[in-house]
């Protein structure tokens, strides 16, 4: 089940976690960050911020269109993708970015800022290499694990679905979610699936 990417709140989530670490970031570390804020918003109230695209990756989960506006890569992202980074975000070397313009909250929902909140509060103080060592604790991700350590593949599609998935207790930094609460939302994800395919 895909979702149809949103770029302008990829761009103002990266922006935002910019920010927060005083102006750059490294670009390993904001794909984390954006995981985590995706996957608790998803979990608390039904949808991601981004819409992006998952892969399981061997540094954990990975969000393919923010990684590519990061990367400014104009063969996989649209002129005016392209155009709207430029205004918020720039690339420093190859491993990191810095933000151009203060972040834009009119783009961001109340409820969007709060998962970048949250992202931020319980994951800043780990470095991009441990950020992936904490995103392999999830069941998202580890049931790609053996795929992955094997070499049978080098990404595997990663589904919203699946993000409701409890990890083993004392992981998530967010209450575990009860079984109707699960049933409730994987309901919810199909009929914003079914939206968004019946307007493209």
Known sequence: MQLSFSHRKAVQALNFFAVAA???MNKMKALKLIYFADRHHLR???RPI???SYFAMKFGPVASACLNLLNENDEFTAPEENEYR????????EHDFSSVSAVDASVLSESDLD???????????MDQFQLAVETHRFPEWRQ???????????????????????????VDKAPALKEE???????ELAELHAVETLWS
């Open 22 to 24: 005083g102006g750059s």
């Open 50 to 52: 981004t819409n992006d």
């Open 44 to 46: 608390k109230y039904g």
């Open 181 to 187: 609460d699960i049933a409730d939302l994987r309901e």
């Open 144 to 170: 790609h694990q053996a795929a992955l350590e094997s070499g049978q593949a080098t990404r595997r599609q990663m589904y919203y679905s699946d993000f409701l998935q409890n990890p083993e207790e004392g």
């Open 115 to 125: 998962a970048l909140k949250f992202a931020w509060k319980n994951y800043r103080q």
């Open 86 to 93: 430029s205004q918020f975000l720039s690339r420093l070397e």
